[in-house]
């Protein structure tokens, strides 16, 4: 069984910064990307960024790069976000998926899927 487990949210003031974290666990994740998404009050999930298991290639959506990083720990199965100079606007909830498609900015083409970690900032 896969698990997809996210830690790390919490609450913090414009600039702050948070690391999220995702630990994969229920197979080898070589060959996926890995994926954070976010999805605020009464908005649709969107996509934030994304790194292929396998090798360093990273992408992200304009409103978070140069600002957000997502890294890897293979030791640990793990997946980072790094979030830095943190704004009211990216307060949601962030989920951790996993997929082999190449579409990895769409929701739909993620099979696995963490529970979920709450960001808030406040101004």
């Known amino acids: 069984q896969v698990q997809l487990v996210e830690s790390g949210g919490g609450s913090v003031q414009a600039g702050g910064s948070l690391r999220l974290s995702c630990v994969a666990s229920?197979?080898?994740?070589?060959?996926?990307?890995m994926g954070w998404f976010r999805q605020a009050p009464g908005k649709e999930r969107e996509f934030v960024a994304a790194?292929?298991?396998?090798?360093?290639?990273?992408y992200a959506a304009d409103s978070v790069a140069g600002r957000f990083t997502i890294s890897r720990d293979n030791a640990k199965n793990t997946v980072y976000l790094q979030m830095n100079s943190l704004k009211p606007e990216d307060t949601a909830v962030y989920y951790c998926a996993a997929t082999l498609s190449r579409y990895y900015t769409d929701l739909r083409h993620f099979n696995y899927w963490g529970q979920g970690t709450q960001v808030t900032v406040s101004s």
């Open positions: 790194r292929r298991w396998s090798d360093s290639t990273t």
């Open positions: 229920g197979r080898t994740f070589s060959s996926y990307t």
